[in-house]
Nanobody, 122 residues
Framework: EVQLVESGGGLVQAGGSLRLSCAASGFTFDDYAIGWFRQAPGKEREGVSCISSSDGSTYYADSVKGRFTISSDNAKNTVYLQMNSLKPEDTAVYYC???????????????WGQGTQVTVSS
């Protein structure tokens, strides 16, 4: 059974940091790229970052460049999203998802986690 399980969300003040984790199982981790998306109430799901498990190449949305860092521990089948200098506009449910190649479009992703809430207070 394919599973993606996010953790690490929570409430943080503006300027603070959080680290999200995405633990994957049930598929060959090295064959997939893992992306992070977020969705705020009333807004479309937005691609935040992505990492290719095979070569480590990364992608970031312009809105998070320089503040967020994605990394992968292939031995643990886990992808992390380190979020620094958080802003109130980063508030959303954050999802991780698996795809064959990184893309900012959520429609290309095959598997999804259940999401974790990130709330940034001003």
């Amino acid at each position: 059974e394919v599973q993606l399980v996010e953790s690490g969300g929570g409430l943080v003040q503006a300027g603070g940091s959080l680290r999200l984790s995405c633990a994957a199982s049930g598929f060959t981790f090295d064959d997939y790229a893992i992306g992070w998306f977020r969705q705020a109430p009333g807004k479309e799901r937005e691609g935040v970052s992505c990492i290719s498990s095979s070569d480590g190449s990364t992608y970031y949305a312009d809105s998070v460049k320089g503040r967020f860092t994605i990394s992968s521990d292939n031995a643990k089948n886990t992808v992390y999203l380190q979020m620094n200098s958080l802003k109130p506009e980063d508030t959303a449910v954050y999802y991780c998802a698996a795809t064959s190649a990184c893309s900012s479009w959520y429609g290309t992703y095959d598997y999804w986690g259940q999401g974790t809430q990130v709330t940034v207070s001003s």
